[in-house]
């Protein structure tokens, strides 16, 4: 189960680094106007962008593009925090043993029963975890507006949220928020991590890969 760990952050260093390359493409705009047709560097067969299209980018465009790029980084991290506390939950009613719960026959893991374990999180963390999936769940799952089902009332960095009243309104997530969402979320794993092993210790013969 050590190994658990380690993997989350390799993840979130990761997404962290698709961030920054999406992010790139803005600056690429900014050396235009592009007088040729650009290949992208992807194996697929139509995968030229043209000149015509590069020179027409607008603030429009480029304002969904970023939304797009936010809207990525924010369930990026919310589906490797859903791994990482799902293989916790599975190798802990595995003997604490690790394995992948894709090979486990039980459909009611889900990564808010570690959550759940006694010792593991404070209970500011376990708000934190349930209102940031609530945000994920708003911005990707119910196209960027607060819904009725899926309540909001938190503080996240320097932007509040809140659904009551204003359900069908847009919400959104400034990059700041973002980066400060991911070094939270960072902390709390590694607190919550730490905690279940000083409360859960593994077995002396155990092999804790």
Known sequence: MHTILPEF??????IRNNFCLSCLSLNFLEMGPFRQDVV??????ENL????????????????????????FLNDMVI????????????????QRRIDPSV???????????????????????????????LRNSIVHYNGVYSATNPLNCTFGAE?????????????????TLMWIRGRLIGTVERGNSSYFVHH?????????
């Open 49 to 72: 962008v043209r000149a015509e299209f590069l020179n027409s980018v607008d603030g429009d465009l480029e304002a969904e593009y970023c939304n797009s790029v936010r809207r990525h």
């Open 160 to 176: 509040t949220y809140e659904s009551r009243g204003k359900e069908g309104q847009e919400i959104s997530a400034e990059f700041d």
């Open 9 to 14: 952050l390799w993840s979130m260093e990761r």
């Open 104 to 134: 486990m026959d039980d459909r009611g893991l889900r990564a808010h029963l570690f959550e759940q374990l006694q010792c593991v999180y404070h209970p500011d963390d376990v708000t934190f975890l349930v209102q940031l999936r609530r």
């Open 80 to 95: 490797a925090y859903e791994r990482y506390s799902t293989l916790m939950i599975a190798s802990h009613r595995n003997g």
């Open 40 to 45: 992208l560097r992807v194996q697929m067969s």
């Open 201 to 209: 210790p593994l077995p002396v013969a155990s092999d804790s890969v």
